[in-house]
């Protein structure tokens, strides 16, 4: 009941930081400086979902992080303004439950992949140069010594000169060093999706 | 058209201040914030809003599931619960007391439009048909009284204008509530 209580508490604060960066960003002409806004409100909020999540469990040392997926992607969709029907997010994901520490930062990596899906893959809200709805696609499945995490889109090719080791954007800094906290291997392919993949031992 | 007036119920103040900001932006006008149940009650009776945004888990004496249903019943204006997710019992509480919507934050600005103005019609549509069925059963009370206290009038036109009268009274009502 007390660590209920905690998460409940963290997320209540958590939901205050939001409010603050909401209240500054209203203040703001700049339309770069409100996207970088908005952005961090996105963090804060999948790691929010993470402790709300844990707050309505009976289980407080495992999320179901399959369940937590398909809640930041809806999330995301509606905060970035996609209107249904526009893009088609696929899941395929078995049920596995991660503990807090893994699922904070494997949740950023998620919402700044799906993010970028959304703003760079789909610039003009899902549909793509063909005309057929765009497609973003999340896999998440183990086997006995691994999980893997696969994000793709077939929207607007990844630029093919961009290394994202080098990145200079902070979302794509996030996901680098995200990955290699939780001891995993992030790699890229950009043929004819573009797919990050990410895997990460149990 | 007239500005829509907003009471918010929230004990966060920074997250009531959001909340403020994102109903002006809106276009609505705020009356007020109240952080507690019982100011909530108060400022329901001095600031006279068209609606309520109720957070439930409240500091203090009363919850506000409490506090809407004494707005609801004392004031007649209509509560919107705009409330993190709370468990099964929460929610079953806050059905009794018949919300007009339920919110859950975090929210997003169209969440708040479209239920803020959802409420309003059903709240207005709502008002109309009791108004409708008050007058049809006024209408019925009086015209048996005359008929009771005076007795027949003796003459079967008279008799007949007045049952058609008590009739059409009737069917307004069955009307409406055909509509509820």
């Known amino acids: ?202 | 058209m007239e500005e829509i007036k907003v009471l918010i119920v929230e004990d966060e103040v920074i997250v009531a201040k959001d909340i403020g900001d994102t109903l002006l932006s809106l276009g609505y006008a705020v009356t007020g914030t109240a952080t507690s149940a019982e100011g909530a009650i108060e400022l329901s009776e001095s600031t006279e809003p068209d609606i309520v945004l109720m957070d439930i888990m409240l500091e203090g004496e009363l919850d506000g599931t409490e506090a809407a249903e004494v707005i609801r019943s004392r004031f007649n204006i209509p509560v919107i619960f705009l409330t993190a997710y709370s468990n099964a019992k929460t929610l079953q509480r806050a059905k009794t007391t018949n919300p007009y919507g339920y919110i859950l934050k975090p929210y997003q600005e169209t969440d708040l439009y479209t239920t803020i103005e959802i409420a309003l019609h059903k709240h207005r549509t709502q008002r109309k048909l009791i108004e409708e069925t008050e007058n049809a059963l006024a209408a019925i009370i009086g015209s048996t009284e005359v008929f009771l206290e005076e007795g027949s009038p003796g003459d079967d036109t008279e008799v007949l204008r007045r049952m058609d009268y008590i009739r059409n009274a009737a069917l307004i009502i069955k009307d409406t509530i055909e509509k509820l």
């Open chain 1, 1 to 202: 009941m007390l660590f209920k209580e905690i998460h409940h508490r963290v997320k209540n604060n958590l939901q205050i930081i939001s409010s603050l960066l909401n209240l500054q960003s209203r203040q703001i002409r700049d339309a770069e400086a409100v996207a970088s806004f908005n952005e961090s409100k996105n963090r804060i909020r999948s790691i929010a979902t993470l402790h709300e999540q844990l707050y309505r469990s009976n289980d407080l040392s495992k999320i179901d992080f399959t369940a937590y997926l398909h809640n930041i992607t809806n999330y995301l969709l509606h905060s970035y303004g996609v209107g249904s029907g526009y893009i088609t997010v696929v899941m395929n994901a078995e049920r596995i439950y991660l503990d807090l520490s893994t699922a904070i930062p494997c949740g950023l990596i998620v919402n700044e992949l799906v993010s970028n899906a959304i703003t760079h893959g789909f610039p003009r809200g899902g549909q793509d140069e063909n005309g057929a709805g765009g497609e973003i696609k999340i896999d998440f499945k183990k086997d006995s010594d691994k999980y893997f995490l696969s994000v793709s889109n077939n929207g607007a090719r990844f630029p093919k000169d961009l290394d994202i080791n080098k990145s200079s954007t902070l979302g794509l800094e996030l996901v680098t060093s995200l990955s290699r906290q939780l001891g995993g291997k992030i790699s890229l392919n950009r043929e004819k999706i573009t797919e990050f993949r990410l895997e990460f031992a149990i």
